[in-house]
């Protein structure tokens, strides 16, 4: 049997030293490489339908509940369907949960598809513009440290200490001007000062240095910032056109950063937009409401998904208390910080090209030779998924999925009848009629995007559901029991008869 050959990687293995745990983890008894069912088939209602699984055929929905953190990783090359995943697995999380999404969209790769599902689109640059110093709910002193933090990333800590300091001077001096108290917040209604405030303090603070190099120091310091400042490319020393506060709850928004004039810019963006979103993160009240409020995702941002002191890793840390998810996706396994690859609860591995991401995303998951030789001919859609579960398992974490399932664009369909409009999307409705066993050929039933109830209910019936299945089946797709009730006394009264 095939899977006789799961044996997961690491040194040979006494059986007499072995536990129990470790014969278990290494698979050397006949369980298929797949978690249990039970386990992969959550509620269609409160998870995410992914696609079926290579050996048992399960299908797998996907939900966090048992498992460490709702974050996820997506490795492939480009072209192995990573983005396509982001943009079904947003579908549905929106879909069954509600969740707001807010991609930092390095190319504008999502644009098109945002604007189909009725999302936001926010270019940065000429359209748009971010206020650095916007405080969003910080001090200032807070936001002074932030920002240096962010162009300490940008330029590789590159700056001289004194250079550093001058500029940290500068920019506590800008909020000062301004009125704004370094420890006190709530003072959004003031205008914040802007980089161009910190760059002509620096200016003046050079030309008032009264040693040659003390002025050069000034000077480059003021070269930090001066770059953000030049006429025609100040879209990060403009006042903010874009409200961070309204960001995380506004469906899906995708906020473009092509427009920007080079990388400096998209990075000092990028971060930025991570460090407010912590903030806004951790003034969550905390709910009982299913599932996740946001998902932040970064798709091949490489920059701040990688370094140290970037706020993806206090996302991924402290975002499930807060139901904040982080999705990252990269043809470079490499370039994703380890705190979020090794953290993430959830890892999907599409089509790896080359030798040593294999390597290196096996070494971090340790998965079978099984896996590993499937992931060899992976093509498009095809999919390895890897599982942290909270509690101890004794059966493999990585498992394969056929292909990946995706969503169509979104196709409202309305159930109506009785005076009632009941709108579901298409696919979502397929899938919970299979869900239920029912074969869900709904297409001869449904005329320009409507479904009648009646009709619905009678092609239940014809496939001979009982009347308390079908208000089973009825209430699953959605349908509030007020109005089922009444899709049945309108088939006594006879109406829609023949
Ligand atoms: N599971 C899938 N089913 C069908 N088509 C897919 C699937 N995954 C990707 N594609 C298609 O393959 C192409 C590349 O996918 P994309 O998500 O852009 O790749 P990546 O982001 O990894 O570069 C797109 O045209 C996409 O529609
Ligand atoms: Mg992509």
């Known amino acids: ?154 330029f590789e800590s590159k700056g001289r200490d004194d250079e550093k300091r001058v500029l940290e001077e500068a920019i506590e001096e800008a909020y000062l001007e301004k009125k704004f108290s370094l420890h ?54 403009r006042p903010s056109t874009l409200k961070m506060s309204k960001l995380t709850s506004s469906g899906l928004v995708d906020i473009v950063l092509k427009k920007l004039p080079d990388e400096e810019f998209r990075v000092l963006a990028g971060l930025s937009i991570l460090q407010y979103l912590k903030e806004r993160m951790r003034e969550e009240e905390w709910s009982a409401e299913k599932g996740l409020k946001l998902y932040v995702v970064l798709d091949e941002a490489w920059k701040i998904a990688q370094d140290d002191r970037s706020d993806a890793i206090m996302i991924v840390r402290e975002g499930r208390k807060y139901q904040f998810g982080l999705i990252v996706a990269s043809q470079n396994p490499t370039d994703i910080n380890e705190a979020i690859f090794s953290n993430v609860g959830t890892t999907f591995i599409l089509n790896l090209k080359f030798q040593r991401f294999k390597d290196y995303v096996r070494a971090s998951l340790k998965y079978s030779d099984f896996i590993a030789d499937a992931i060899e001919k992976f093509g498009v859609g095809n999919a390895a998924v890897n599982l942290t579960f909270s509690a101890k398992t004794d059966f493999p974490r990585t498992f394969l999925i056929d292909k990946i399932h995706g969503e169509d664009p979104l196709e409202e369909i309305v159930i109506s009848g009785e005076g009632m409009e009941h709108k579901v999307d298409r696919n979502e409705l397929k899938r919970r009629l299979s869900y239920e066993g029912v074969t869900p050929d709904i297409d001869a039933l449904c005329k320009d995007g409507k479904i009648d109830a009646i009709a619905l209910v009678k092609w239940l019936e014809a496939k001979r559901y009982s009347r308390t299945r079908v208000v089973d089946i009825l209430s699953y797709i959605g349908l509030e029991l007020k109005m089922i009730r009444k899709i049945f006394k309108g088939m006594r009264g006879g109406k829609n008869e023949g």
């Open 1 to 154: 049997m095939k899977w006789e050959k799961n044996i997961q990687s690491g040194s040979p293995l006494q059986f007499e030293d072995a536990t129990n745990h470790d014969l278990g983890q290494r698979m050397i008894f006949a369980h298929p490489p797949e978690p249990p069912p039970e386990l992969l088939m959550n509620d269609p209602t409160n998870s995410i339908y992914i696609g079926r699984t290579r050996l048992m055929k399960v299908p797998f929905y996907w939900n966090f509940d048992k498992l460490t953190n709702p974050h996820i990783a997506i490795v492939g090359v480009t072209g192995a369907g990573k983005s396509y995943l982001v943009k079904t697995f947003l579908t549905r999380a929106a879909l069954v949960w509600k969740t707001n999404a807010l991609i930092l969209d390095w190319a504008g790769e999502y644009v098109d598809w945002v604007k189909q599902t009725g999302g936001e689109v926010i270019e940065l640059g000429p359209k748009n513009s971010l206020n650095l110093m916007d405080l969003g709910g910080n001090s200032p002193l807070n936001r002074t440290r932030q920002i240096m933090r962010t162009l300490e990333i940008l």
């Open 184 to 237: 006190a917040t709530g003072q959004e209604k003031l205008e914040p000062p802007t980089l161009k405030d910190v760059h002509r303090i620096l200016l003046k603070k050079a030309e008032k240095a009264d040693s040659v190099w003390v002025k050069e120091y000034i000077r480059n310091a003021a070269k930090m910032v001066g770059r953000f400042t030049k006429e025609g490319a100040d879209f990060l020393a």
